[in-house]
C-alpha cells in the first residue's frame, strides 16, 4: 500500500525550505498545527522519522535527506506532466507494430515527418505478419499496427492507411500465368502462417480447385524474391517492395485477378489512442475511395 503522496512530499519539502513548520504553513496557507500533524502523520506511515526536533528548530535526519532528494525529482515530475498536458505538447512513447512491406516501402516518410514534427516521442517499430501484429496488440506489446486485409476486426478500431498492388512472381522462364489452376503443383514462397498475402494466394488457388505442392516459408521479402528468382516457386508480393529489391529485374511479373492485384492495409488499435498516436494518425494520407473490384 503507498504510504505517500505528492500533498506529503510538498509539505515535507516546503517545512525544509521555510526552515520550520510556521513559515512553511504561512507559504502553505495552513494553520501551524494542522502542518505539525501531517509531517507527524507522514512520519508515522513511512516509519521513520524525517526531522530531529531541537528545541524549536528542526533538522533533517539521514532518512530525511534521501527523502528530500526523492521529493524534489517527483514533485519536479509532476509539475512537467502539469505543463506538459497544459501546453498541448506532444511526448512519450509510441510503439507500432507493421507488415514488413509497409515497414520498407511506406512507413519511412511517415517515420521522418513524426520524427520532425513530434521529436519529444520516442518510436519502437517492430514488424511481423498481419497474425502476429494482432497477437502483439492483444498482450498489448503495441499499441498500433499496420496490418493488411483479410483480418479479425474484434473490437479494434481502425484507419484505412494505404493501398498496396500485389502481384505474381516467378522464374523468368515461366510461362504468362491467368489462372490459379496453373500454379497447381508448383511450390509457394511465402512468408510464416499469419501472413494476409498468403491467405489470399491460398484461397484464389482453392477456387480453381488446386493446391501447391508444398509452401516454402521465408522471413523476408528479399529472401522470398531472391528464391523466386532461382526458380524455386512463385510468389505474391506488394509491388512497391518488388521495386526496390535487387533481384526485382531477375524475376517475371504474372498479373492477378483485380479483386486480389489491391490489398488495403490498415492502422489498427484498441480503447482510446495516446496523444503521440493520434498525433501519428494525422499524418496518415487521407484515406482513398474503395473502389477496388468486388
Known amino acids: 500500500m503507498r504510504t505517500m503522496d505528492l500533498d506529503d512530499l510538498h509539505i515535507f519539502r516546503c517545512v525544509v525550505r521555510e526552515g520550520g513548520v510556521t513559515r512553511a504553513a504561512a507559504q502553505l496557507h495552513r494553520v501551524p498545527s494542522n502542518v505539525t ?59 507500432l507494430g507493421s507488415l514488413e512491406s509497409a515497414a520498407g516501402a511506406r512507413l519511412p516518410p511517415l517515420l ?48 484505412p492507411a494505404f493501398d498496396e498492388e500485389l502481384v505474381l512472381i516467378t522464374g523468368r522462364d515461366t510461362a504468362t500465368i491467368r489462372q490459379a489452376a496453373e500454379l497447381g503443383g508448383r511450390t509457394l514462397v511465402a512468408f510464416p502462417h499469419g501472413c494476409s498475402y498468403r491467405q489470399r494466394l491460398i484461397e484464389w488457388l482453392a477456387e480453381g480447385s488446386v493446391s501447391p505442392e508444398r509452401v516454402l516459408e521465408m522471413s523476408s521479402y528479399h529472401a522470398i524474391v531472391a528464391c523466386v528468382a532461382a526458380g524455386t516457386g512463385a510468389a505474391i508480393v506488394p509491388v512497391a517492395v518488388l521495386d526496390h529489391a535487387v533481384l526485382s529485374t531477375a524475376v517475371k511479373r504474372h498479373p492477378l485477378p483485380p479483386r486480389l492485384r489491391l490489398n488495403r ?25 474503395d473502389d477496388r473490384a468486388a
Do not use: C
Request: proline fraction near 4%; charged fraction near 25%; aromatic fraction near 6%.
Open 37 to 95: 500533524t501531517r509531517i507527524k502523520q507522514f512520519e508515522e506511515r513511512l516509519g521513520v522519522a524525517l526531522f530531529r526536533r531541537q528545541g524549536r528548530s528542526l533538522t533533517l535526519t539521514e532518512a530525511g535527506r534521501t527523502l528530500l532528494g526523492h521529493a524534489e525529482k517527483l514533485l519536479q515530475m509532476a509539475d512537467a506532466a502539469e505543463q506538459d498536458l497544459r501546453s498541448g505538447v506532444v511526448r512519450g512513447a509510441l510503439r
Open 112 to 159: 521522418s515527418a513524426f520524427h520532425a514534427q513530434y521529436p519529444n516521442v520516442t518510436l519502437e517499430l517492430r514488424t511481423g505478419t498481419t497474425r502476429a501484429l494482432l497477437h502483439q496488440l492483444d498482450r498489448f506489446e503495441v499499441e498500433a499496427a499496420f496490418v493488411s486485409e483479410p483480418f479479425e476486426r474484434r473490437s479494434l478500431s481502425s484507419r
Open 265 to 289: 492495409t490498415h492502422l489498427v488499435w484498441s480503447g482510446e489512442a495516446s496523444g503521440p498516436l493520434q498525433a501519428f494518425i494525422t499524418l496518415l494520407p487521407a484515406p482513398a475511395a
